[in-house]
């Protein structure tokens, strides 16, 4: 429901559980938990919560995790459309404090347990108040974490994006503001944690009956795989591998409605895809929607997809061409 002034919204806490790309395992929304091995005992050294200028354009790494992952979010926003978010201070100390959680108790999770190490307030609303972080009348907020054995900046952010549920966070179009951090056990895992937020209006994001879609088109080196089971909750249960998802997105006011969401290899025949709207999948925002293929891409492939519905209530249709060049990494 909106009302002017008066609009609050929280991204549920499920649509950005954790993402454990290193080892291959689930995480945990909502409360539950999961605990990655220890190698060695964690080391006590908060990084710091300075925040950062993210450049125009492909951004160069600075070996700052949470620098690295908040200009690569920046970047890839960018280049499908949407505002670049704001650096805040506040935000960047409660996500700072949230990953310091997670590394002092060898977890991962979006809460947090009062008089465990580290804690800074049980739930994200809590953790942006103790951070100074005012929310004012109208508001929206979400939170993304990852937990990997890889320090790169860019690994972390570029891992969160092809998790679906977190992809609906990160391209949110009304967000202004992100903080990021990172923090680092010796010789074991990073805990990485991006807050994103809006406060005091909305501002315009897209407008209405707008949408923005990723991969974008004519976007190159796709990936040509994407392993559900590493997100939770799992976007595609009782498969593992599948193909990289596609989606779209609207203002987080806005409403997307799917009458047919396609995509196949230039030439070949319509793939074999889980259709992800609010519709269909409980744990999808009603401003996006998104397809993902079950079986995996094909390198060096041209892929044709289209997409037609409506969003708020205006009629649209997209197509979009996106080249799987190569299977990369930033």
Not at 41 to 67: E, F, H, K, M, R
Not at 152 to 165: K, M, N, Q, S, V
Not at 279 to 289: E, G, K, R
Not at 298 to 309: A, K, P
Request: charged share 15%.
């Amino acid at each position: 429901m909106y009302m002017l002034n008066k609009w609050q919204h929280k991204l549920p806490t499920l649509l950005v559980a954790a993402l454990l790309s290193a080892c291959g395992g689930g995480g945990g929304g909502g409360g539950s938990t999961t605990t990655p091995p220890v190698i060695n005992p964690p080391v006590v050294n908060p990084p710091s919560t300075s925040c950062a200028v993210s450049p125009t354009g492909l951004p160069g790494a600075t070996g700052d995790t949470a620098i690295d992952g908040f200009n690569w979010f920046n970047y890839r926003r960018a280049d499908i459309g949407l505002a670049m978010l704001t650096c805040n201070e506040q935000l960047n100390k409660a996500a700072v404090g949230h990953s310091n959680y997670l590394r002092l108790n060898n977890t991962v999770s979006h809460d947090q347990v009062a008089g465990n190490p580290g804690f800074t307030g049980a739930a994200l609303a809590d953790r942006l108040t103790a951070s100074g972080y005012t929310l004012g009348g109208s508001y929206a907020y979400g939170e993304v974490i990852s937990a990997a054995t890889d320090r790169a900046g860019f690994y972390h952010a570029e891992e969160l994006i092809a998790a679906i549920y977190h992809r609906f966070v990160i391209f949110e179009p009304m967000f202004r503001e992100m903080g990021t951090g990172a923090s680092t056990a010796s010789g074991s895992y990073t805990y990485f944690t991006a807050d994103m937020a809006t406060r005091n209006g909305f501002g315009t994001g897209l407008g209405k009956g707008k949408i923005v879609a990723y991969p974008k088109d004519g976007q190159t080196a796709i990936p040509t795989t994407f392993d559900s089971d590493t997100e939770s909750p799992d976007p595609v249960p009782n498969v593992n591998r599948v193909g990289y998802p596609i989606s779209v997105h609207s203002d987080i006011t806005g409403n997307v409605t799917v009458t047919s969401f396609t995509v196949r290899p230039r030439g070949g025949a319509q793939m074999s895809t889980r259709l992800l709207t609010s519709a269909t999948d409980q744990h999808t925002p009603v401003h996006a929607a998104a397809i993902v293929p079950l079986s995996t891409l094909t390198s060096n492939t041209t892929y044709d997809v289209t997409f037609s519905g409506t969003v708020d209530s205006v009629a649209r249709d997209k197509k979009l061409v996106i080249y799987d060049k190569i299977t990369s990494r930033p």
